[in-house]
């Protein structure tokens, strides 16, 4: 992520990888929320069908605004 940072490298030897670290928790949250309140269907998925798509872990996703909906 961040190369030639020597800056970044001792941070991250002092306080260790925190952004790593959220991420990981951020991940464990989820799937036991998920265990205990599924995510919401949308409608017209048939079940069986994941109601939103996977995400590979760490990456942002973009998501499509519906038409009016007055966000930019």
């Known amino acids: 992520m961040f190369q030639d940072s020597p800056i970044y490298d001792r941070l991250v030897a002092e306080r260790g990888d925190?952004?790593?670290?959220?991420?990981r928790e951020a991940d464990r949250?989820?799937?036991?929320?998920?265990?205990?309140?599924?995510?919401?269907?949308?409608?017209?998925?048939?079940?069986?069908?994941?109601?939103?798509?996977?995400?590979?872990?760490?990456?942002w996703q973009r998501v499509q605004q519906l038409p009016g909906s007055g966000a930019p």
């Open 18 to 23: 925190v952004p790593a670290g959220v991420r």
């Open 29 to 59: 949250l989820r799937r036991e929320v998920e265990a205990v309140i599924p995510p919401p269907r949308s409608p017209g998925v048939p079940d069986g069908l994941p109601a939103v798509p996977p995400s590979r872990p760490g990456q």
